[in-house]
Each structure stands twice: as structure tokens, then as C-alpha cells.
């Protein structure tokens, strides 16, 4: 039986490895081709059109929340022009809202893990049979419609008895994964399965347990894929490949033994990077090049409204481990999380000029309140969630602002912007531009929103003065005027009216570190323009 995998568009550029696993992992009666519309740049119609060319029985796709739009859409396609189709949706979004998928095209929804589920629905699929009974999955009864949801399905415990990823089914050239320190293509990899921390942002389907691989079978999976596609950088996906420090230092060591000769990154927390900085130096020999960490904030409040479990001195703790062992450090960063405020943002990027060396304007991801998440379920209540539709969900856009900071009430450090102020945050706004959807130009600039600070005025205030006198749009505004308010926050032209709200501008020292950092960072992007095209 033929089975149509698709991977919706994605403003991403990495591989489906889930996708990957499940075409790996079938009977050897179905055949699976796996779709990358994203990778293809395809739109709904045109990958309708494929699904509909290849003629499957199945058609399966798998999604996050921003995507779920796009393949609702898909799926009506494909039941107006083949009824007799049967749509399986699985990926985080449906395992969190199945009924959504259900009253959206899908015949049926696996949840959570996908690779053994998939197939006892094929096997079903096959025998003209209904899916009662099949552990996770989610379906509409035949005749009456109601919605069955089966007995939760236990995590895979033996991951070894999995077929390791098929990248044979996709065409490695369309994808730009990598390492992020060293240029060069890369293939995504799993030695383990889940996280045992629980963060209020992650609306993670593992149950804070976390499954390992055999080294033998991880080690097996490596040099399959050296031989096949002549690739020695690896990007591990484990959600924190350092928790378990055995673990990693037997793998670094059979890396160094058999002589793979491979770069590779992964994701660890601080506190694990602290708790033996040692293993480091063996990581680096065995050919780890960068570490991202999830620092996310420079804020204990906000640190301890996400539920991090950690502190600013462990991130400060962990980068300076990193920088002597010579593994670069990856920060990773959140903006608008639950319990930012103006002097936060201002000491948060002393405290990352301080730690990484660079001076800037940090950006990190939009905090966004995913389904399934605490912060889903705190989100309406601690602030103001732009987010419309699904297609808002995703951290490149601001689709969410704590009260914590729309309540702040921000002062001027100047009179008026001088010339090199307005230059800086004009730089800094189009940094964010580059880590974010463009907005249309509605005139929000930090020349148009500073006289608009009187030491009064909220910034929720400010915002909706700029929307009264110039009619723009609330939500646009909005978004905008808080870049605005983030970026004059970093650079000390803005303090708080709180008691400890108190900032500093930027001085002559800052202004150098500034221009030494841009050169470097247009140096980089032309390294990495040019290894691309080699």
C-alpha cells in the first residue's frame, strides 16, 4: 500500500526528521514517499497536486501550530478531489488538539509518538477495517461521528528496535542544516527521546522521561550515514544531550575510538554544563563545535515565571565553561516572556554584552503560548495575546506581551534623540526585522514613539495614543511600539518609572564594542554566503 508523507511549508529550514523516522519504520508491504512542501516551495495547491499525481491510499502529515492552517487546507483539497483518501494528521499541534484536526479533514489523528501507531492504523487501512482499539489515536466513530479517543500509547522503550531516518527519501540539497559555528551541510540526529524538566514555554508530549539509544545502535546510524552521503557534521535534536553525563562522555569516547571524525552540536541546559565542565574538554576532542543553550533570559523573575530552574550566574557559569573548553556557546533567547519589564531588558543586555563579548541589540524568539503549554494557560491572564489564527503561533513573530511590561511606565533618559541614537535603534529595529515577520511600514519608529514618552504613559498608553493620533492599526502598532520600547530599553535611552526602573546609556566603550561587532557579523555572513555557494 502506498503511503504519502507531507511536510507542510515551514519558514525553517531543516529536516522532517519525524517524517523520516516514520517512513523508515513501515511494513515492508507499504511504500512511503515523503513530500517536503517547504523544502520544494511548494504552496497548497501545487503539493495537492503531487499527493494526488503519486495516487496513495494514505496520506499522512505531520505539524506544528503555525502549520495547522495550511494543512487543513490541504486536506479539504485532497477529500474534494479523492474521498476515498485516508488523511492521517499526527505532529505536536494535533496531538494536543485532535478534535481541531478531526473538524479539519483528517479521518484520523495519532497521538503523540507516531511510529508504531502509524502502522497498526495501516494494517487496518488494509483490511478495510475501523481504528477502535488502536492505542493513540483519535478518530470519528463510522456512522455516528462521534469522536473515540483510544487509550493513551506507552513511549517506545527500546528506541533501538526503531529503523534509523530515511534521508534517502529526500533531497539533501534542499535543506541548510548545520552546525551553526562551522559552515557545511549537516544531518539532524537522535541519541535520546525527551526531557525531564518542564518548562512553562514547552508543550513537549515526552512526559518528562527521557529513553537512550544503545551506543552501538547510535554509532550504527553514524556510519551508515557517512557512507551513504559523505556527510561528517551532525546536529544532535536531543532535547538536552548532557543530562545524562555517562552517556555522553561513553559516545564522545567510541566518536574518538573509531576514528568518525565528525563536527557536531547539540543542546544542553546551563546547569548540566556546570555540574562537571570536565566532560567539556572530551566533547571538544571528539569533535563538538558549539552548544546551544537555553539561557532565554538574564531576568530571575522571568527566569522563575518560565519555571527554567536556573539562574543568571548559572548561564554566566556555563558560557565561561564553554569559552575555555573551546566549545562555542549557541545563546538561546526568549523576548516577551511572562514578567519582562524595561530595566530588565536593560540589564539583560549588559549582562549578554558582558557574557558573549558582543555589544548589540539582542533578539531572541517571541515567546509564544503554544497549546498544550502552562504558558497557553497563563498566557490570557499575564498579558495580552496578539495571536489571531493559528498561523500567528511562531516565534518569529509577536504574538504575545506580558502586562509585566505593557504596565511599565518608560522615562527618557534625553531630552531628544540625537542623530547616533536614532542611527543605533534604527539598526537595532532592523535586526529585529531579520528575526521576525516584516510588518508593513505604519510610520513606528523610535523618532515617532520617544515624544510620546512623558513618564506617565504606559506602554500599552503609548501605543494606543500613536493609534489614536495617527489611525493605524491597534495589533501592528502594538507589536511595533514594543520593539520600539524593547530597543531604547537596551540601549539606556529609556528607564522605568518602577523604583528599581533606573538605566544608563550607552558610552563611548559600548559605541566601539558596537562597531566591532557589526564588522564581525558582516565578515560571518559573508563566510557563510560563500561556503554555501561552494
Known amino acids: 500500500m502506498h503511503l504519502v508523507l507531507v511536510s507542510p511549508t515551514s519558514y525553517a529550514e531543516s529536516f522532517p526528521i519525524g517524517l523520516a523516522y516514520l517512513a523508515a519504520n513501515l511494513r515492508p508491504a507499504d511504500t512511503a514517499e515523503v513530500l517536503d512542501a517547504g523544502a520544494l516551495g511548494l504552496d497548497v495547491r501545487q503539493t495537492a497536486e503531487r499527493v494526488l499525481a503519486a495516487k496513495p491510499r494514505v496520506v499522512g502529515m505531520s505539524y506544528m501550530t503555525y ?21 492521517v494528521h499526527g505532529g505536536i499541534h494535533a496531538s494536543v488538539l485532535p478534535d481541531d484536526a478531526l473538524a479539519h479533514g483528517a479521518d484520523c489523528v495519532v497521538i503523540g509518538e507516531g511510529e ?44 533501538d528496535k526503531l529503523a534509523p531516518p530515511r534521508w534517502d527519501a529526500f533531497d539533501l540539497k534542499l535543506y541548510h542544516e548545520t552546525i551553526h559555528v562551522v559552515p557545511g551541510a549537516a544531518l539532524p540526529i537522535m541519541a535520546s527521546r525527551g526531557c525531564a524538566f518542564n518548562c512553562s514555554f514547552c508543550s513537549s508530549l515526552w512526559k518528562q522521561k527521557v529513553r537512550y539509544r544503545t551506543l552501538d545502535n547510535v554509532m550504527a546510524e553514524l556510519k551508515g550515514d557517512i557512507t551513504r ?36 552540536c547539540c543542546e544542553a541546559r546551563v546547569g548540566d554544563i556546570n555540574r562537571n565542565p570536565a566532560v567539556l574538554d572530551l566533547l571538544a576532542e571528539a569533535g563538538c563545535k558549539g552548544i546551544e543553550i537555553g539561557v532565554e ?59 558573549t563579548g558582543r555589544h548589540s541589540v539582542f533578539w531572541g ?52 534623540l540625537n542623530p547616533l541614537d536614532r542611527l543605533f535603534c534604527r539598526v537595532a529595529l532592523s535586526r529585529a526585522a531579520r528575526v521576525t515577520h516584516l510588518p508593513p511600514d505604519i510610520g513606528v519608529s523610535a523618532p515617532t514613539v520617544y515624544p510620546l514618552i512623558d513618564g506617565t504613559r504606559t506602554v500599552r498608553a503609548i501605543a494606543d495614543e500613536f493609534v489614536r493620533v495617527r489611525g493605524t492599526p491597534p495589533k501592528t502598532t502594538l507589536q511595533e511600539v514594543v520593539k520600539v520600547i524593547i530597543a531604547l530599553a537596551q540601549l539606556g535611552l529609556i528607564g522605568s518609572a518602577a523604583p528599581d526602573g533606573q538605566t544608563k546609556p550607552y558610552g563611548l566603550a559600548w559605541l566601539l564594542g558596537l562597531a566591532f561587532t557589526q564588522l564581525r557579523r558582516y565578515i560571518a555572513c559573508i563566510q557563510t554566503a560563500v561556503s554555501r555557494k561552494t
Open 365 to 416: 524568539q517571541y515567546a509564544t503560548p503554544f497549546p498544550g503549554s502552562k504558558f497557553h494557560d497563563d498566557a490570557k491572564q499575564d498579558g495580552l495575546v496578539l495571536a489571531e489564527r493559528w498561523s500567528d503561533y511562531v516565534t518569529r513573530q509577536m504574538n504575545f506581551v506580558p502586562n509585566s511590561l505593557l504596565n511599565d511606565v518608560p522615562v527618557r533618559n534625553r531630552r531628544w
Open 116 to 159: 508504531e501507531t502509524l502502522v497498526e492504523a495501516l494494517d487496518r487501512v488494509r483490511a478495510g477495517q475501523g481504528f477502535g482499539g488502536i492505542a493513540g489515536l483519535c478518530f470519528k466513530q463510522p456512522g455516528t461521528q462521534d469522536v473515540v479517543t483510544t487509550m493513551p500509547r506507552p513511549l517506545i522503550k527500546d528506541l
Open 229 to 264: 552521503h559523505g556527510i561528517r557534521k551532525y546536529h544532535f535534536y536531543d532535547d538536552n544531550l548532557l543530562i545524562n553525563l555517562k552517556f555522553t562522555e561513553a559516545l564522545c569516547r567510541r566518536i574518538l575510538d573509531e576514528g568518525l571524525n565528525i563536527e557536531w
Open 297 to 355: 533570559s538574564l531576568d530571575e523573575t522571568v527566569l522563575e515565571k518560565t519555571n527554567k530552574r536556573q539562574t543568571t550566574d548559572d548561564s554566566f557559569q556555563a558560557f565561561e565553561h564553554l569559552r575555555r573548553s573551546g566549545v562555542q556557546p549557541i545563546v538561546l533567547l526568549m523576548t516577551c516572556n511572562i514578567g519582562e519589564t524595561i530595566a530588565g531588558h536593560h540589564r539583560q543586555n549588559r549582562g549578554l554584552t558582558r557574557m
Open 67 to 87: 502549520q495547522a492552517e495550511w494543512c487543513y487546507e490541504l486536506s479539504k483539497r485532497l477529500k474534494e478531489a479523492a474521498g476515498n483518501l485516508v488523511i
